[in-house]
C-alpha cells in the first residue's frame, strides 16, 4: 500500500538507567491525498512518532514494528537512501518556524537548498529560482520574499516559508508537528487551511500532530487520539469530536475552547491532573487515575483499540471497557425506594 504505512511501533528511550517506553504499539496508515490528525496532551508520544517516521530520533531510542514510505521500509534503510526519502519521500513541518530557519540566510536561498541537493532531476539556477517562486506563490507570499531575511518576516509567514520548504521536493507524506501552536488564532486557521489544500491539491498524505483536538477536526479527514504512548480511539474527524467515545476523547474535547464559540471559553472545563510518566505506568488502563467513570474492572484490564460497536459511518474503534461492554445504569425506580427508607 502507498503513502505511510506504520504497524506496531514501539519507541523506548533509555535515559540514563530508566528505560521509557513513549510509544506503544500504534498503527497509522496515511494515504496519498488524506489528512490524519494525531492528538493527545504534551508527552504522550506524538513527537516521537513524528521522528520516527523520518528517523529522526536519537540514538537512545530503541525502535522496533514497521514503517513504510511509499512501499520503502524506513526502519533498515541505508543512510543514503534515507536522505534521499527525507526530503523527496516524507517531510517534516515542526512548531516554531522561527528555531528552524537560518536566522543569517534568505529564506529564498532556504527553499532551493533541498532543490538543489534532491530534487531529481537536478535543475541549473534559474530552474531552482523560478520553482522558488511558485513555491513562494503556492503558500500566498510575493516572490520579493525570497530575499527576506526569517527575522523580517511574520509568525504567520515564517509558518508559510517552512510549507514551502517542506513542499520544495515533492514529497509523497508532510508530518507536520503542532505547525501552528505558536501561533495566534486566526493566523493559525489561515496555515492550516493553506496546509490541507495544499496537500489535497498534491495528492500528498498529510499527517498532521495537536495537542488540540478542534483544530484536527477541522482541517483533517481521520483522527487518532493518544493517551500514554497509544492510541486510544480513532474515526472519521468531524465524528471523533461531535461525539468522542473514550473518556480521554471527551475531557480533551472539553479542555480546549472550540473556535467560533465564544461561550466555550467561559465554561470551566479541565482534565485534572498529567498523563503518567511513561516509565512508570498505572497498572490497568493507563487513564484510569484521571477518568471520572473508571469501574474496578479498569484496575485490572488494560484495553486495547477495538472496534466501536453501532457504528454506520466508518471504522471507529476505542480502547475503554466502557465502550465496548457499558455497565448498565441503576435503575431509577430502586434510587427512589432507597430515599423513601432514609
Ligand atoms: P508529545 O509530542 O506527545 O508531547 P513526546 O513524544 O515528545 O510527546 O514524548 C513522549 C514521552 O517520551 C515523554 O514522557 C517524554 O518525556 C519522553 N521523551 C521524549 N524524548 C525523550 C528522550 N530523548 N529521552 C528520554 N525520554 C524522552
Ligand atoms: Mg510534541
Not at 169 to 182: G, H, K, L, N, Y
Not at 257 to 275: E, F, K, S, V
Amino acid at each position: 500500500m502507498s503513502g505511510l504505512v506504520i504497524r506496531n511501533l514501539c519507541v523506548t528511550y533509555g535515559s540514563g538507567d530508566r528505560s521509557v517506553p513513549a510509544v506503544r504499539g500504534v498503527d497509522v496508515d496515511v494515504l496519498p491525498g488524506a489528512t490524519v490528525g494525531v492528538a493527545g496532551e504534551s508527552g504522550c508520544g506524538k513527537s516521537t512518532v513524528a521522528l520516527a517516521v523520518l528517523r529522526l530520533l536519537p540514538r537512545t531510542a530503541q525502535i522496533t514494528g514497521q514503517l513504510q514510505i511509499e512501499d520503502e521500509d524506513v526502519l533498515t534503510m541505508r543512510w543514503g537512501r534515507l536522505r534521499a526519502v527525507r526530503w523527496a519521500g516524507a517531510s517534516i513541518v515542526f512548531q516554531g518556524a522561527m528555531h528552524s530557519l537560518n536566522p543569517v540566510h534568505r529564506v529564498g536561498d532556504q527553499i532551493a537548498e533541498p532543490i538543489l541537493l534532491h530534487a531529481s532531476p537536478p535543475g541549473g539556477a534559474g530552474s531552482t529560482r523560478t520553482r522558488v517562486d511558485t513555491l513562494l506563490e503556492q503558500v500566498g507570499l510575493a516572490r520579493q520574499h525570497a530575499r527576506s531575511y526569517p527575522h523580517e518576516l511574520s509568525g504567520g509567514q515564517r509558518q508559510r516559508v517552512m510549507i514551502a520548504m517542506a513542499l520544495a521536493c515533492d514529497p509523497r507524506i508532510i508530518v507536520a508537528d503542532e505547525p501552528t501552536t505558536a501561533l495566534d488564532v486566526m493566523i493559525q486557521a489561515q496555515i492550516l487551511r493553506l496546509l490541507g489544500r495544499l496537500v489535497r491539491e498534491h495528492g500528498i498524505g498529510l499527517m498532521m500532530i495537536s495537542h488540540d483536538l478542534s483544530v484536527l477536526a477541522h482541517t483533517c479527514d481521520r483522527l487518532m487520539v493518544m493517551y500514554a504512548g497509544r492510541v486510544v480511539e480513532e474515526g472519521p474527524a468531524q465524528e471523533v469530536f461531535r461525539a468522542p467515545r473514550h473518556p480521554y476523547s471527551v475531557g480533551l474535547r472539553a479542555a480546549f475552547p472550540t473556535i467560533g464559540d465564544p461561550g466555550a471559553r467561559r465554561r470551566p472545563h479541565g482534565l485534572p491532573g498529567d498523563p503518567p510518566d511513561p516509565a512508570a505506568l498505572p497498572t490497568g488502563c493507563s487513564f484510569r487515575p484521571r477518568c471520572d467513570v473508571s469501574e474496578g474492572r479498569c484496575a485490572t484490564v488494560d484495553p486495547v483499540l477495538w472496534p466501536v460497536p453501532d457504528v454506520h459511518t466508518g471504522p471507529r474503534a476505542a480502547a475503554c471497557v466502557r465502550v465496548l461492554s457499558p455497565t448498565p445504569e441503576p435503575e431509577h425506580g430502586n434510587v427512589v425506594e432507597e430515599t423513601d427508607t432514609l
